[in-house]
């Protein structure tokens, strides 16, 4: 099937995941996992997303339909209830997003490298600034 609108790719990682397994096992790193997904679930709970586990700790989230307004309040919200939680051990997740421009041969893999990238340099900058806040 063919969406009807624009495609929204967005990328999600967890920050520090291979710290929680050293800190905390495997065990508790799954429960993370779980948390992760459920909170991605409930966000993007309406029909046009549908959200992936994509091996380890990322999750794509494929937006149908969206626009760049709701994506963004979207992604508020996620940053809103990963402050909010009150579970054993916090976490917090980096984002990135891309809609797609075309219909072409490999415009999938171009948005989802962009989104991939800008997840990335989120991650590094949640990383810079905990650098220069002490006791982080």
């Given amino acids: ?10 990328v999600f990682d967890l920050d520090r995941f291979k710290e ?17 997904a459920g909170m991605l ?3 993007f ?15 794509v989230v494929v937006g149908e339909g969206v626009t760049e307004k709701a994506v963004q309040e979207k992604l508020l919200e996620m940053e809103r209830r990963e402050k909010e939680y009150q579970g054993k051990i916090s976490f917090t997740i980096s984002a990135g997003y891309c809609f797609l421009t075309s219909g072409e041969a490999g415009a999938v893999e171009r948005a989802f490298s962009r ?9 590094m900058k949640k990383e ?7 006791g982080s």
Wanted: with cysteine.
């Fill in 128 to 134: 810079e600034q905990s650098r220069q806040i002490p």
């Fill in 45 to 59: 709970s309406e029909p046009e997303y549908s959200v992936f586990r994509i091996g380890g700790d990322e999750f």
């Fill in 20 to 36: 929680i397994n050293d800190t905390w096992g495997h065990s508790a790193g799954d429960d993370v996992l779980r948390e992760a």
């Fill in 115 to 123: 989104a991939d990238k800008l997840m990335y340099e989120q991650k």
């Fill in 1 to 10: 099937p063919v969406a009807s609108g624009p495609v929204c790719l967005s």
């Fill in 41 to 43: 679930l409930e966000v």
